[in-house]
């Protein structure tokens, strides 16, 4: 198979994505699918209203306060549109 | 001002023995007054790892049980006057003491010594909270895999919820050959996903285990990680070094001389 083909990713970011998930399941106590549910569903509703980019959501879990923090981004279509709207406004 | 430090990680087998000794030895070196307990009792090993096996007297359970009284169960440590070491108990359990009586003994030995080093069990049971219910600072171990930073993970969680929040983080056994080739998660890496402050790093390093096998810890020896430890201790010490870089591990002159 040759060099190049033998591996998709490296395994030192495999582990560090998995161990992200499941210790943001844990530190909430629920498991890393549910999070990964709650994440879908997230991007599903605020999708009915503003376009987002939809593969840079996370959703992240602090303890001190014990906070549950989603970072949506969103589309830099809308953005564009927001900042011509807010210039109407000023004018 | 005293302090009593416990080193500990949840999973066993990540260093927290030799971490102990490293870091006593390398205390002692910068001139301070420590004393290395065993609080893993049992299972005791630190006195292995000093070489100090053979002095063994009395201990840890025998103070709080009033057998002996302090002085009488710590023992001096070969070379340096001022290192001591309180053995644990092999012939009992973890059941022998309570938490109370650990932050009494911690605050006894407080009175004598500048650094109390609290060597903890592995686990999360009866073990860990008496090693944890004296100290006013903690130093968690881990390695860069994934079910050691998940047990460290866990601990933090539990040191906080016991109002320990001095913690610092010691990633051990890393190994720069592979971090460069992605197999391994970095020192940051593991940084950011425990998101408490890094106080240093040790290389996954033979020399460990040599100094081990003789009962001689190697802080302050010019090997990579007698460095790694010594410059530990002098952040113990709230002096600021900068973070070793490890990749000199197999520098040329360390290739000729090992044969490698």
New interface residues.
Partial sequence: MGLFSYRHK????I??D???L??NA??INCSPSILIMLKNDLVKSVSKYIVVDENNVSVKY???PPTLTAHIPIQETNLINTKNRNNRKNR | MSEVIVITSGKGGVGKTTTAANIGCGLAQLGKKVVLVDTDIGLRNLDVVMGLENRIVYNLVDIIEGNCRMKQALIKDKHYPDLCLLPSAQTRDKSSVTPEQMTKLCEDLQEEFDYVILDCPAGIEQGFKNAVAGANRALVVTTPEVSAIRDADRIIGLLEANNLNNIQLIVNRIRMDMVKRGDMMSIEDVVDILAVDLIGAIPDDEDIVISTNQGEPLVGNPSISGQAYKNICRRILGEEVPILDLNVKKSFFNRIFKGK
């Fill in positions: 490296n395994t030192g970011t582990a560090k998995r161990l992200k499941l210790l844990e530190r602090t303890a001190i």
